[in-house]
């Protein structure tokens, strides 16, 4: 199967290069395609799609990741939906169950740095000077739920633990971790759709 990743930055790309090859077979073929931010992506979704609509395998499929930030998650989605549609595909929301699909959209709430903070032993493992507490605290139970920014209640922690006192490199962060996670115990559930929906899709 082709899987063609449309991702708001780099460090989404490093994260699923790291997560990916865990749950795609040796017959698989994906390309991850890294914009400049969620900006960036939607101004050039369109014209993207369309192309792909031109030439794009009945069997392959389109995966569009961004952040929520602070936005809405459902009018994002629907709005992401909406671009996909009017390319001419078959988002997933509207096959229904068992129906055929190219376009897959997916949103980290409210950044992608909740999915890190979703996995505490991942961090942990990563990052060896974090304290053995963090996986007690309670704010990491429900990492979308973290308000004011993941990205710097992760830049926090870490620079506590000693790391990154310059500011967190968010690509380097991205490829440690995805080297630690473990998709079954991730707490956020943004994650948790994100990453079984992707493993419906290869079953």
């Known amino acids: 199967m082709l899987l063609e990743f449309l991702v708001e930055d780099s460090s989404m790309e490093e994260m699923l290069?790291?997560?990916?090859?865990?749950?795609l077979s040796s017959s698989d073929w994906y390309r991850i395609h890294p914009f400049q931010g969620k900006q960036d992506l939607f101004s050039k979704l369109p014209s993207r799609l369309r192309g792909y609509k031109s030439w794009f395998p009945p069997d392959g499929?389109?995966?569009?990741?961004?952040?929520?930030?602070?936005?809405?998650?459902?009018q994002l989605k629907a709005r992401l939906d909406s671009i996909a549609r009017e390319a001419g595909f078959v988002v997933r929301s509207d096959a229904g169950a068992g129906n055929?699909?190219?376009v897959l959209n997916r949103i980290a709430?409210?950044?992608?740095?909740?999915?890190?903070?979703?996995?505490?032993?991942a961090l942990r493992a990563a990052y060896p000077n974090l304290p053995p507490k963090l996986r007690r605290g309670a704010k990491y139970r429900d990492s979308d739920a973290i308000r004011g920014g993941?990205?710097?209640a992760l830049e926090r922690v870490l620079k506590r633990a000693g790391y990154y006192p310059a500011g967190l490199p968010k690509i380097e962060v991205a490829r440690r971790m995805s080297a630690q996670m473990d998709p079954a115990r991730n707490r956020s559930h943004s994650f948790r759709v994100f990453w079984d929906a992707l493993a419906d899709m290869m079953r």
Request: proline share 2%; aromatic share 8%.
């Open 17 to 23: 290069n790291g997560l990916l090859p865990r749950l």
């Open 61 to 74: 499929r389109i995966i569009v990741l961004v952040d929520a930030d602070r936005e809405d998650c459902r």
């Open 100 to 102: 055929a699909f190219q």
């Open 109 to 121: 709430v409210e950044e992608l740095e909740a999915w890190f903070l979703g996995d505490v032993e």
């Open 150 to 152: 993941t990205c710097e």
